[in-house]
C-alpha cells in the first residue's frame, strides 16, 4: 500500500485521521506497521494491509467470513462453474463495470467485499491495460484469505491498489472518497444490509455512483423451468432486490437484471 493513499483511510473507532506510528520502509511503500490516530486508536498493517475492523464481527458473519477464507485460494475456479450452470461469462460481465468509468481524469473506485480482485482485473482487461495511472483502486474485505489472493493477482499488472482488512458495517475510509463504489455478490448474506448501504453512499463523492449485484432472479426467469432449477439447487438465487433498505438520500435509483437474469443489479448515485 502507497504511503500516499493513507490519507483516504480514517481511524474506525473514532473517525480521525491515520498515520505511521513506527518506521517502515521509506520506498514510499506501507509493508509492516502500526497505524494510530490523535485518540491513540492502533492498527496492525501486515504485508501491506492494515486490519481496520471496528466493532468486532458478529457470529452470522464470522461463518460467512470462514467460509471465504478457505476457499479464497480456489474461488477464481469455483466461480467459473458459474458460466456453464448458468451460460454466462461472468468475467466479460464484469469489464462492464467500465461503463460508469468518466472519460478522463482521474477515478478513485472502492471494491467493497473485494474478494480476488475479479472486478479490477476485469477493468484492466476492458482498458487493455491502458490508461491505468487514472486509477486508484481501493478494495476492502473482512476475508484476509481474499485479500492475500487479491494483493498477489495485482502486483505483476502494475497497478496502484489499496487493500484494507475492513468491515462493510464501517468502512474505514473518509467520507466522499470515492467517484465509484462497488459490490459485487456479497450483500445477501449481510447481517445489517441497511447500514452496508448507507456506508457505501457515505464514501461516495457527490455525484458519485453506487453499484451493487448479487445472485437474484429476475421476475421473468422465477417463472421458467430453469429459473425453478437454480433456484432449488442454490436458495441464494432466490433473494429480491433489497431495495427496502436503499438510503433515502440516495439518487436515481435504478435497477436491472444481469447474467442471462440470474443477478439483480442496483444503481444509484450521492
Known amino acids: 500500500m502507497k504511503k500516499s493513499l493513507l490519507k483516504l483511510l480514517r481511524c474506525p473507532k473514532c473517525r480521525k485521521g491515520l498515520f505511521i506510528t513506527e518506521n517502515d520502509s521509506e520506498d514510499g511503500e506501507i509493508e509492516n506497521t502500526t497505524l494510530g490516530c490523535e485518540k491513540g486508536h492502533t ?61 478522463e481524469g482521474p477515478v478513485r473506485l472502492l471494491d467493497v467485499s473485494v474478494g480476488t480482485a475479479a472486478n479490477f482485473v476485469a477493468l484492466y482487461n476492458a482498458f487493455e491495460g491502458k490508461q491505468m495511472d487514472r486509477f486508484n483502486f481501493h ?11 487479491s494483493k498477489r493477482k495485482m502486483t505483476p499488472l502494475g497497478v496502484d491498489v489499496s487493500l484494507v482488512h475492513g468491515s462493510v458495517f464501517n468502512i ?3 467520507d466522499k472518497a470515492f467517484d465509484i463504489v462497488n459490490h459485487s455478490g456479497g450483500i ?8 452496508a448501504f448507507s456506508e457505501m453512499l457515505r464514501v461516495a463523492s457527490p455525484g458519485g455512483v453506487v453499484i451493487v449485484n448479487d445472485e ?17 439447487a442454490n436458495s441464494l438465487f432466490a433473494a429480491r432486490p433489497p431495495l427496502e433498505h436503499i438510503p433515502d438520500k440516495a439518487k436515481n435509483v435504478e435497477i436491472d437484471y444481469i447474467l442471462n437474469g440470474t443477478f439483480y443489479q442496483i444503481v444509484f448515485r450521492k
Open 43 to 103: 492498527w496492525a498493517v501486515k504485508n501491506g494491509i492494515p486490519s481496520l475492523i471496528f466493532p468486532a464481527i458478529t457470529e452470522d458473519d464470522a461463518k460467512w467470513i470462514a467460509e471465504y477464507d478457505e476457499m479464497a485460494e480456489n474461488y477464481d475456479d469455483l466461480v467459473k462453474k458459474y458460466d456453464e450452470w448458468l451460460g454466462i461469462e461472468l468475467m466479460k460481465e464484469r469489464e462492464k463495470l467500465a461503463q460508469f468509468i468518466p472519460i
Open 216 to 232: 437474484g432472479l429476475s421476475p421473468e426467469m422465477r417463472e421458467t423451468e430453469m429459473g425453478k432449477a437454480i433456484i432449488d
Open 139 to 149: 478494495g476492502v474485505d473482512l476475508s484476509l484469505g481474499m485479500l492475500n489472493v
Open 188 to 195: 445477501n448474506t449481510f447481517s445489517e444490509i441497511g447500514l
Open 172 to 174: 474505514p475510509y473518509k
